[in-house]
């Protein structure tokens, strides 16, 4: 086999998993995405060290070792990372990536430690009082 059609379909896979990271707004499918971007590099490590095997006659075959490697950390992440957002989502309602962005600590109008006696009004008249 050619070395050519996993270097195609790790890129094809690459570019899904690409597509998916850039535009995507749930979490749980941007997890999805990096894990067939590492899927992709995984599989290229192996393609190239069995093409790389067969040219030197090298028997070492680290790039299989290294795919294992980051096949462990891969499941480790998004074991972690699952758990975040499932946190994320009994607390907020939402898994949603750009709700989350405009959550930040400290900054939300029913934030107790406001100095702000109008924290609770409207963001709108907020604007109005200010202009």
Do not use: C
């Not at 094809?12 to 707004?25: K, S």
């Not at 971007?37 to 093409?51: H, I, Q, S, Y």
């Not at 290294?66 to 957002?85: D, N, P, R, S, W």
């Not at 109008?109 to 202009?131: G, Q, R, Y």
């Amino acid at each position: 086999m050619h070395l050519a059609y996993p270097a195609v379909l790790a890129a094809l896979l690459f570019g899904t998993g690409l597509y998916g990271v850039l535009a995507r707004r749930n979490a749980i499918l941007v997890l999805m995405s990096v894990e067939l971007m590492l899927n992709a590099v995984n599989l290229n490590l192996v393609a190239f060290d069995v093409w790389l095997s067969k040219a030197a006659r090298d028997t070492l075959h680290s790039g299989q070792a290294l795919t294992l490697f980051a096949i462990a950390i891969a499941a480790a992440e998004i074991g972690i990372g699952l758990a975040i957002v499932l946190s994320v989502y009994r607390n907020r309602g939402s898994s949603d990536i750009d709700k989350l962005r405009d959550t930040a600590e400290g900054h939300g109008p029913d934030d107790p430690d406001s100095d702000d006696p109008d924290s609770d009004a409207p963001v709108a008249e907020k604007a109005e009082a200010t202009a």
